[in-house]
């Protein structure tokens, strides 16, 4: 799933619908910086970032917190945040 294809769902007058797309959009971001963190620590990222490893990874913990957050609450109001096919 890419970011594009959450914007039906962010626009739909169910909130849980807007939930789950807003979980998407988190994870996507994470699983993206994440791969960015591993490839940056191995020597292998095809740039040199402008900003430290270090506010990387504090932000993917930020980010990290945010999606447990999420899974949480989506369990206690009954959303189920798996993809379906």
Partial sequence: MELKDTIEMMQSDDYKERFKAEYQQVKIRYDKL???TVKYE????????????????????????????????????GINLKEEN
């Fill in 34 to 36: 994440d791969e960015m």
């Fill in 42 to 77: 191995a020597g292998t990222l095809p740039f040199t970032p402008n900003c430290s490893l270090e506010l990387l990874k504090e932000q993917k913990a930020y980010m990290g917190n945010y999606i447990r957050c999420l899974k949480i609450r989506a369990e206690i109001e």
